[in-house]
């Protein structure tokens, strides 16, 4: 309706602010239908062309997260810039997204967990979908009760999926961590091979962080929701991560991403624990445009994220308008608490 209106253009002034740093996990295939509870997680290369192609011919600059830093320090007035940043170190980052960035010359981010290099860490949000599609039925003690759902058709996986995700994401990741392994191991799913399909080897990480346009980052040692853990255990996730990317690919790491990255997996506390680990900036999946106010807040950046169920230019236009984050925040800019 934005784009139709043209709301999208006049608000462009007060909603827009300096700049955007865009969120992107994987960059596949055709668009995912039937039961795909992940999916908003998935663009297709060809909306990434498509994207990379409306922000240049708006006149929109894409740059790297150290120069969207530094404009964010030192504005330029009237010039509109792009980050593009990739979270976790998927195999279709390279694969599929890289040519189509290359084409364009767009540099980009790619926050890396060391754990899924190793095959270590749990892409626990995947296990918990195939189990579900390859279970029949649910039946799973939970320490506050039973969950139990049918899930024959891809209208109850879905529905199943939704409840259950939800139900985890409140509660303590220990617990998250075990009901997803009960269910994984009932469908006969190994995580291990799960994360080797899907996630960049070192071998391939170490490829990649010397080429040019291209920033490394780190994205903790195993992905917890640093906010649901004591300080020790998220200074370490941090600190650790840091080094260990370092002395996997002999480059400074200066960024970081908070894994979800939403309010309830990163506040404060770990605000002050990436900026005390000596990381220049870091970013949430707060959604929101960066203004003026964020050169003071290097640590809570907020981020806009390419929806795999939204591939449309009317949607990439309301998304880089500002608008929709500028209403939802009623006008406050900073997201920080
Ligand atoms: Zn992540």
């Given at each position: 309706m934005m784009a139709a209106t043209g709301a999208d253009r006049w608000s462009s002034s007060f909603a827009q602010g300096a700049g955007v740093i865009l969120t992107l996990h994987h960059v596949r295939g055709a668009e995912t239908r039937g039961f795909a509870p992940n999916a908003v997680l998935d663009i297709t290369p060809d909306f990434l062309d498509r994207v990379l192609r409306l922000i240049q011919a708006e006149g929109y600059d894409i740059v790297s997260l150290?120069?969207?830093?530094?404009?964010?320090?030192?504005?330029?007035?009237?010039?509109?810039?792009?980050?593009?940043?990739?979270?976790?170190?998927?195999?279709?980052?390279?694969?599929?997204?890289?040519?189509?960035?290359?084409?364009?010359?767009?540099?980009?981010?790619?926050?890396?967990?060391?754990?899924?290099?190793?095959?270590?860490?749990?892409?626990?949000?995947?296990?918990?979908?195939?189990?579900?599609?390859?279970?029949?039925?649910?039946?799973?003690?939970?320490?506050?009760?039973?969950?139990?759902?049918?899930?024959?058709?891809?209208?109850?996986?879905?529905?199943?999926?939704?409840?259950?995700?939800?139900?985890?994401?409140?509660?303590?990741?220990?617990?998250?961590?075990?009901?997803?392994?009960?269910?994984?191991?009932?469908?006969g799913i190994d995580p291990a091979a799960l994360v080797a399909r899907e996630c960049l080897p070192w071998e391939t990480l170490r490829a990649l962080s010397g080429a040019p346009g291209i920033t490394i980052g780190a994205h903790t040692l195993t992905h917890p929701m640093l906010a649901k853990h004591d300080a020790d255990v998220a200074r370490r996730e941090i600190v650790e991560s840091r080094q260990r990317?370092?002395?996997?690919?002999?480059?400074?790491?200066?960024?970081?991403?908070?894994?979800?990255?939403?309010?309830?997996?990163?506040?404060?506390?770990?605000?002050?624990?990436?900026?005390?680990?000596?990381?220049?900036?870091?970013?949430?999946?707060?959604?929101?445009?960066?203004?003026?106010?964020?050169?003071g807040h290097l640590h809570a950046l907020p981020r806009v994220s390419l929806n795999g169920l939204h591939q449309n230019e009317a949607a990439l236009r309301a998304l880089l308008s500002g608008l929709p984050f500028w209403l939802r925040s009623r006008g406050r800019t900073l997201d920080i608490g």
């Open positions: 150290q120069e969207a830093l530094a404009r964010l320090r030192n504005p330029k007035p009237g010039r509109f810039f792009v980050a593009l940043t990739f979270d976790d170190g998927y195999r279709d980052n390279v694969e599929e997204a890289w040519p189509v960035l290359a084409k364009h010359e767009a540099p980009w981010t790619l926050f890396v967990t060391p754990g899924f290099a190793d095959r270590t860490a749990r892409l626990w949000w995947v296990e918990l979908e195939e189990a579900i599609r390859a279970l029949r039925r649910i039946d799973l003690a939970l320490p506050d009760g039973r969950f139990t759902a049918r899930t024959e058709t891809d209208a109850e996986k879905r529905r199943a999926f939704g409840k259950l995700y939800w139900r985890l994401r409140r509660g303590p990741e220990a617990i998250l961590l075990s009901a997803i392994s009960t269910l994984a191991a009932e469908a990317l370092e002395a996997e690919l002999g480059l400074p790491v200066r960024h970081f991403a908070y894994p979800v990255g939403d309010p309830g997996s990163a506040g404060p506390r770990d605000f002050a624990l990436v900026a005390e680990a000596g990381f220049e900036s870091a970013v949430t999946t707060r959604p929101g445009h960066l203004m003026p106010e964020h050169a």
